[in-house]
């Protein structure tokens, strides 16, 4: 986030929050009284306010105040919503809603690799990928998505579908898996292919309900926190403690995939399961199918440190299913910063509206 002020107060009440110095409900100090307590703006504080209510740490009442709205699972009430509610909230774009990267763009990044790389394009890329793409990986990651993570901890692949198949070959289908109901079709598609057996959770408001999440015997949870397909359900912040928490368990891995979280509306990126688990037992996945095109079928995930020996010794044989043209092409983007700059103009265009609902292969 950087050490700006409003960054800053909110890391500061994100803590204080989560640690129990506002309970669940207690009024926040107003954005004037923050303000004159840290020296900063009434606007920077507002600013700080409004990226917790984003993530779901506060509650803003008109006429009321601020409140907190975070609660560890303990606290969870037995009873939530049978049905999820769709947010109030721009739709994500499709590649027919709004511009893209440039097809100029691309050819010239693509004439850029075909120069650079010559006859390396011919060459068998290792099996997790090409080194200099992860190596792009890792930094993007950490500078978007707080995600630290090493070259060696991330695996390409031919888009989210290859890569649900291939962590199912990783961990493999002696345990019960449990998913989102509803959830996007190809995830149970490709589960069922493979013989594993599924446990369907429902969705309510925020989240996965609290009582079927206790009682599944699955040692495995494929979840979207950011946005669940086709409810965009979003999990609060209080729902992503409880998924961690589910998650303490010894053998209990989470699948957070991270679909379409490039194109969040909020000031701050909601942080990722994989950047807080503490057991280090989340594996991440996203795609380039939404952001960049469906035409582009190439995926990545990360794995904790824990999971490479499992990984090499179960999976690490199969070759990269990504071509060497379209990794390099990946490389160029992010190296460039073209990736980002498309990405905060597509951001830009749903915080004013003016895209509208698509939907997309991973």
Excluded at 77 to 98: F, I, K, L, Q, T
């Amino acid at each position: 986030m950087g050490r700006t002020a409003y960054g800053e107060l909110y890391e500061k009440i994100r803590r204080e929050i989560i640690s129990g110095g506002y309970p669940y409900g207690s009024r926040l100090p107003g954005k004037r009284v923050l303000a004159e307590q840290n020296g900063i703006s009434v606007i920077t504080a507002a600013h700080a306010l409004e990226m917790l209510a984003d993530e779901g740490y506060v509650e803003m009442r008109e006429r009321s105040g601020c409140y907190a709205a975070y609660r560890a699972s303990d606290d969870f009430p037995g009873r939530e919503p049978e049905e999820p509610s769709r947010r109030e909230m721009p739709e994500v774009p499709s590649s027919a809603d709004v511009d893209g990267i440039s097809f100029a763009l691309l050819a010239k990044r693509i004439r850029g690799v075909l120069a650079e790389q010559g006859e390396k394009l011919l060459e068998k890329t290792p099996n997790q990928g090409l080194l200099l793409l992860r190596q792009s990986l890792s930094g993007y990651l950490a500078r978007s998505r707080g995600i630290l993570a090493e070259p060696e901890q991330i695996i390409l692949g031919a888009g989210a579908e290859y890569l649900y198949g291939l962590l199912t070959e990783i961990l493999g289908g002696e345990r019960i898996w449990a998913i989102e109901q509803p959830s996007y079709e190809k995830i149970e598609q490709v589960y069922a292919a493979r013989g594993i057996r599924l446990d369907r959770l429902p969705l309510g408001r925020n989240g996965l309900q609290s009582e079927p999440l206790r009682r599944t015997k699955a040692g495995v949870l494929h979840i979207s926190p950011y946005r669940s397909y086709p409810s965009d359900v979003t999990a609060s912040a209080s729902k992503r403690a409880e998924y961690l928490k589910w998650g303490e368990e010894e053998g209990r891995v989470i699948i957070e995939d991270d679909y379409e979280s490039e194109f969040a509306i909020q000031r701050k990126p909601m942080d990722t399961l994989f950047s807080q688990a503490v057991r280090g037992n989340v594996i991440y996945l996203n795609s380039f199918s939404r952001t960049i095109s469906s035409s582009l079928r190439a995926g990545y995930m990360v794995l904790p440190k824990n999971l490479l020996p499992l990984y090499h010794e179960r999976a690490g044989f199969y070759s990269c299913t990504v071509p060497a043209l379209e990794q390099y092409l990946l490389a160029s983007l992010l190296d460039s910063g073209d990736f980002e700059r498309h990405i905060r103009r597509v951001r830009r265009k749903l915080r004013a509206g003016e895209v509208g609902q698509g939907k997309q292969e991973r």
